[in-house]
């Protein structure tokens, strides 16, 4: 340990004859220490609710989307599907169709958006906890089944059982007649087996329900034609490629990933995540002007040492690098002890569950902890403790000199 470092750790941990002193660099300490805990503490909450975003929009998500540029219709005859079926790079494709009928059960209605889909992006393994009644299956005994979200099936209040007994009509606009309303073959009625129940967002819980591809091109009479594809691929890294390239030999169809579908939740999340953060280190510079304060009051306390040392020989360097490291002992103590009780709170919270949410979706805040948001905080800390420390030597030493 050189001198500079030795009568800096001196200079912290002794006593100071002004009392002030101490206490500002206490209420430095604790600012820094603060500051830095509540920074990592609300990074790992965003992180963990856009994690909780990304599984709710995401696990039934495709890897691509394929949308007609022109019209609402893909018919089967179209090149695209010769395409996609051809691509090495495909895992598999599903037609999707989406139209919005009537729901009667008993006495009670509900208008719903149908989506008819290829069975294996909705297969069984994926559903877990998202399937709250019911197999995930979209038939029973070869009988087409339809499963409701969670608003739906309250709004029609109707009892599941394992013996699907419980038959849903479905009414929807016939494609063969004209839509007149004094006539009553512009409905058509379709009846389905109520195959279960699931919670996959409120959003879709409130509005929709899923059936069978094959169920919803009966339904809606569509002559196996889809409103737009799912593609699944092999390896999702190769998925910005692929979208390009389809795009440029397909330009009558628009390609979107699962992102670009839902680019306005996205965004919001990360805005509002970046705000807070941009407030958190405004504050933190705040709790740097203390370790300045500190450092710079220190200096006057300790003129009289400052002359002794150069009374015995040592240079302005030597006295400057005193403070320097006294603010850098403070700043990083109070920058290594926040991140340190940060992370600890955030493993109480994903071990035990400490702050609950009472009336959500989920029944504790969520929380991950992201080791580029550790090494971002590192650098602010960093850099902001260098300048608080290195300002006050920098300037006030010379006038002390001087005077």
Same mark, same amino acid.
């Given at each position: 340990?050189?001198?500079?470092?030795?009568?800096?750790?001196? =200079?912290?941990?002794?006593?100071?004859?002004?009392?002030?002193?101490?206490? *500002?660099?206490?209420?430095?300490?604790?600012?820094?220490?603060?500051? %830095?805990?509540? #920074?990592?503490?609300?990074?790992s909450g965003f992180n963990g609710i856009q994690k909780y975003v990304e599984d709710v929009y995401g696990k039934f998500a495709a890897d691509l989307y394929v949308y007609p540029k022109t019209g609402k219709i893909i018919e089967e005859s179209n090149d695209i599907f010769k395409v996609l079926k051809k691509n090495k790079e495909v895992e598999f494709f599903g037609k999707v169709i989406e139209e919005t009928a009537l729901l009667k059960f008993e006495n009670k209605w509900a208008t719903v958006s149908i989506k008819g889909v290829d069975e294996r992006s909705y297969n069984k393994n994926k559903w877990g906890n998202n399937?709250?009644?019911?197999?995930?299956?979209?038939?029973?005994?070869?009988?087409? %089944?339809?499963?409701?979200? =969670?608003?739906?099936?309250n709004e029609l209040q109707i009892p599941y059982n394992t013996r699907f007994t419980n038959e849903i009509k479905i009414f929807s606009i016939s494609k063969k007649q004209k839509l007149k309303v004094q006539n009553k073959q512009s409905l058509q009625q379709n009846n389905l087996i109520f195959g279960g129940v699931y919670s996959i967002n409120p959003e879709l819980d409130q509005s929709s329900a899923i059936v069978s591809y094959s169920a919803a091109n009966k339904i809606f009479e569509r002559d196996n034609s889809s409103n737009h594809i799912e593609i699944f691929m092999k390896n999702k890294k190769l998925l910005q490629q692929f979208k390009e390239e389809l795009t440029k030999k397909n330009p009558n169809f628009l390609f979107k990933t699962h992102e670009e579908n839902n680019q306005?939740? =996205?965004?919001?999340?990360?805005?509002?995540?970046?705000?807070? #953060?941009?407030? #958190?280190?405004?504050?933190? *510079?705040?709790?740097?002007? %203390?370790?300045?304060?500190?450092?710079?009051?220190?200096?006057?306390?300790?003129?009289?040492?400052?002359?002794?040392?150069?009374?015995?020989?040592?240079? %302005?360097s030597t006295i400057k690098n005193i403070f320097f490291k006294e603010g850098l002992m403070i700043s990083y103590f109070g920058s290594i002890g926040g991140l340190l009780i940060g992370v600890l709170v955030c493993c109480l919270q994903i071990k035990f569950h400490l702050l609950k949410l009472d009336n959500a979706s989920i029944p504790y805040w969520p929380v991950l902890i992201k080791l580029e948001d550790i090494i971002m905080l590192l650098i602010i800390l960093f850099l902001t403790g260098l300048l608080a420390s290195f300002l006050p030597g920098k300037f006030l030493v010379k006038k002390l000199l001087k005077s």
């Open positions: 340990m050189n001198v500079s470092s030795f009568i800096a750790k001196r =200079y912290l941990f002794a006593k100071k004859s002004r009392n002030i002193i101490n206490l *500002i660099s206490l209420i430095s300490f604790i600012g820094i220490l603060v500051s %830095t805990a509540s #920074l990592v503490i609300i990074l399937l709250l009644e019911g197999s995930g299956s979209f038939s029973k005994e070869g009988i087409p %089944t339809i499963l409701l979200g =969670y608003g739906i099936q306005l939740i =996205y965004a919001a999340n990360d805005a509002e995540k970046w705000m807070v #953060l941009a407030v #958190l280190i405004f504050v933190l *510079i705040l709790s740097s002007f %203390t370790v300045i304060a500190s450092i710079t009051m220190l200096i006057i306390d300790k003129k009289k040492d400052i002359k002794s040392l150069l009374a015995l020989g040592s240079n %302005t």
